[in-house]
């Protein structure tokens, strides 16, 4: 897949091509075949944006006894290690003895497919190959312990991608459903269009100072509905199964196992 987004829209075309031309005998039935991340191990930190849809900022503050929540001004980024990435239907330790807070998190993800640095906002989407889902699961406690996320956020297994990439050209991202569930209760449900930053404004901001590469992952936010807010605080536990969706790119299951 790295290959293929280095590539750039020559290789996409030519794979566009070889697909419409396959014989179905060359077809796999999906339930045959086991899925991994569309990017298995990105060479760099997924990068993340915090905080970045309004009812989320809110429940978050409620936890911390704030009742007026403000706007942030600019996106909050962190990352999170390139090991954390699994694929749809792995499992997710419930690393107990580490934190008694893990959460889920229902995200965009974007895929980098041209590279550049100061890029403009009205050419942000230039540079997006495509788009998959991501669950960004968090050590709450962790997150609070230390400070700067990364911590809280780098988990061994903590960042399932999947089920594929949908090439840019063939979804607008700007408004469409994003849910999640735990043992089949919606957790949460808003649409992309109540990010705070856009994709737009996400990539020009990221990337001021700072070159973006080809497979590079940007997950956008979560909106409100992680299990930490809930009350009582609802977090998750060994043998619950997460299954996450965005309109137009598809489903993303995953499980918590036991350490």
């Not at 915090?50 to 429940?59: F, I, K, L, Q």
């Not at 980098?112 to 960004?136: C, M, Q, S, W």
Request: hydrophobic share 40%; with cysteine; glycine share 8%.
């Amino acid at each position: 897949m790295l290959a293929l987004i280095e590539a750039g829209s020559p290789a996409l075309a030519a794979a566009r091509a070889l697909l419409a031309e396959a014989p179905a005998a060359f077809l796999l039935d999906r339930a045959a075949v086991t899925l991994r991340a569309p990017i298995p191990r990105p060479r760099r930190n997924v990068f993340c944006v915090g905080r970045n849809y309004m009812e989320h900022v809110a429940e978050g503050d409620r936890t911390r006894g704030i009742t007026q929540s403000e706007v942030p001004k600019y996106p909050q980024f962190f990352t999170k290690a390139p090991e954390c990435v699994i694929g749809p239907e792995e499992t997710v330790p419930a690393h107990a003895g580490v934190t008694q807070w893990l959460d889920y998190e229902v995200e965009l993800a974007v895929v980098i497919g041209k590279e550049g640095r100061d890029i403009p906002r009205e050419r942000a989407l230039d540079h997006v190959f495509g788009y998959t889902i991501g669950n960004d699961v968090t050590g709450r406690d962790l997150q609070r312990r230390h400070g700067q996320w990364f911590k809280g956020k780098s988990l061994d297994r903590s960042c399932p991608l999947g089920p594929c990439i949908v090439p840019a050209e063939d979804l607008d991202a700007s408004d469409l459903a994003i849910r999640l569930w735990v043992n089949g209760e919606k957790r949460q449900d808003s649409r992309t269009s109540k990010m705070i930053f856009d994709v737009k404004e996400i990539i020009h901001q990221l990337s001021a100072g700072f070159t973006l590469r080809p497979g590079d992952v940007i997950l956008t936010g979560t909106p409100e509905g992680v299990g930490y807010a809930m009350q009582p605080p609802r977090t998750l536990r060994p043998g619950d199964v997460m299954e996450l969706e965005i309109e137009g790119i598809g489903r993303l299951r995953n499980a918590v196992a036991a350490d």
